[in-house]
């Protein structure tokens, strides 16, 4: 306590001290700043000028320096999509490094396979995408009447990508291309029909009414591919004209907010005809049903889409991106799974090491070195599979704060492993070892699955941000994870008890 208080007597005179200084050198400053401004006064006019614009000067300067020197750049985040239109040879060049990497590129490179075919074919794609019963299929059998297009009048009726030849007034060949409706119960036909829409050349999205929220969400996906979108508005016959005009500006104001093109055909409203129920009445009252078929009214689509042909160059620009930007995202996918199967071998080798290390430790200390070796690896390891390159700063504070939050999650470590190990039949009484090691193989276990999560959402190791997610994820990883490292602890084990 005495010593307490000498310290704090101490701390005091310091303060004091340094307030007598502050004070002498703000009256020596104020003096010096006096003196100076008396004379600029009395001197020519030029030179206070002169003079307060060198000062304006300096301490713009040093205000820039210091700004530079603290304030952080924004660094770019690696998994930020790309801002730039991709262009073949980009794509291609992502295709050879990861290929050269052991990453399966066959889908990306598919993609480019079937881009190149259909610029051979030169045939023009136009994809009818929309929601179920909408009536896609009802408007393809509208323009092409000899086509063999099965249409549901339940609804859903399209459950595979299906093209139909169509030749306009002016003789260009057209590939319509009915796709799966969204919004079905049927997985994995709504990311075929998205698809489709990025390799063709215009997307015809079909509604029958005012957009839902869904299709407001599809429209905009659509529209982000920077190709042409026609919203076409079917069954326009049920309305009267006034509520059609109330509607395709209630249309033109979705497609402007999902960042569309806003001109008037890009909107249109159609009627795909087909056969309706009509109740007829025969002498002496009697009536009957009959289907009678209606005819279709798809002038203005047609009028609409030949606008669209007018730049074939261009449609084919942005189909070929549209395309390129599903290589890549493929590719991905792609990386994605590679990196998950990648990170999963380096996580068990680094928690089969750690609980190696932990069984061969022979004296006090020595388990500690190990653990920090392989802690060590296994970042560098994880890093370079994500494409981050840390400072070995960076690294050396993530491990620390993880291990600031170890000793809390040790106990748990600990009480898991045994439970986890009495599990396996025949190990009986558990030898404390054992148990240290299987602790340690859950920590390392836990330790890299934060690790990949904080490097899958940031392409960066922040080392706070990691140290964060470990402490928060390990109770769960732990219990995730007991039993194969339970495992791993009893196989290297088991040769020692031999």
Not at 122 to 149: D, M, Q, R, T, Y
Not at 194 to 220: I, K, N, P, W, Y
Not at 463 to 488: C, D, K, L
Request: negative net charge.
């Amino acid at each position: 306590m005495k010593l307490d208080r000498v310290i704090r007597i101490g701390i005091a005179a310091v303060i004091a001290l340094l307030f007598v200084i502050a004070i002498a050198a703000l009256l020596f400053v104020t003096e010096s700043a006096l003196n100076v401004w008396d004379r600029l006064l009395e001197g020519p006019r030029w030179l206070l000028v002169g003079y307060v614009a060198a000062m304006v000067a300096l301490v713009l300067a040093a205000a820039w320096l210091i700004w530079r020197l603290v304030v952080r750049r924004k660094i770019p985040d690696a998994h930020r999509p790309d801002v730039q239109p991709l262009s073949a040879a980009d794509i291609r060049e992502r295709l050879a490094e990861a290929e050269k990497a052991g990453i399966d590129v066959t889908a990306a490179q598919a993609e480019l396979q079937e881009l190149a075919a259909r610029r051979a074919a030169g045939s023009i794609h136009l994809c009818f995408f929309g929601e179920i019963s909408s009536g896609k299929s009802s408007l393809i059998k509208a323009l092409v009447p000899e086509a063999n297009v099965g249409v549901d009048v339940l609804g859903g009726s399209t459950t595979e990508i299906t093209h139909y030849r169509w030749r306009d007034d002016d003789g260009h060949e057209i590939l319509l291309t009915d796709v799966p409706g969204t919004g079905g119960h049927e997985e994995g036909l709504d990311e075929m029909a998205m698809s489709e829409a990025q390799r063709a050349h215009v997307v015809l999205f079909v509604c029958d009414g005012d957009l839902t929220r869904r299709e407001s969400a599809a429209v905009a996906d659509l529209s982000a591919l920077g190709k042409p979108v026609i919203i076409v508005m079917n069954k326009a016959d049920r309305y009267s004209h006034e509520d059609q005009a109330a509607l395709l500006q209630r249309l033109l104001e979705h497609l402007g907010s999902a960042g569309g093109a806003i001109e008037r055909d890009r909107v249109v409203a159609v009627s795909a005809g087909g056969e309706i129920d009509v109740v007829e009445r025969a002498g002496g009252g009697r009536e009957s049903s009959v289907r009678r078929q209606r005819p279709a009214d798809i002038g203005v689509l047609v009028v609409a889409i030949n606008r669209l042909l007018e730049d074939p160059e261009d449609i084919d620009r942005r189909r070929d991106r549209a395309v390129f930007r599903l290589a890549a995202g493929k590719l991905a996918e792609a990386e994605a799974q590679y990196r998950a199967q990648r990170s999963e071998q380096i996580i068990r080798s680094a928690t089969r090491k750690a609980v190696i290390g932990s069984l061969a430790a022979v004296s006090p200390g020595t388990d500690v070195l190990i653990q920090g070796y392989i802690g060590t690896a296994m970042t560098q390891e994880l890093c370079g599979l994500y494409g981050a390159a840390p400072r070995d700063l960076d690294i050396e504070e993530f491990l620390n704060l993880s291990q600031s939050r170890v000793g809390r999650a040790l106990p748990l470590s600990l009480a898991v492993a045994g439970n986890g190990l009495k599990a396996f039949p025949g190990v009986g009484t558990v030898a404390g070892g054992l148990v240290h090691a299987v602790a340690y193989g859950l920590i390392f276990d836990a330790l890299g699955r934060s690790l990949v999560q904080t490097l899958s959402k940031h392409g960066k190791l922040l080392p706070e941000e990691a140290a964060r997610e470990f402490e928060e994820g390990i109770s769960e990883h732990i219990e995730a994870g007991v039993r194969r490292v339970a495992r791993m602890a009893l196989e290297e084990k088991e040769p020692d008890a031999g």
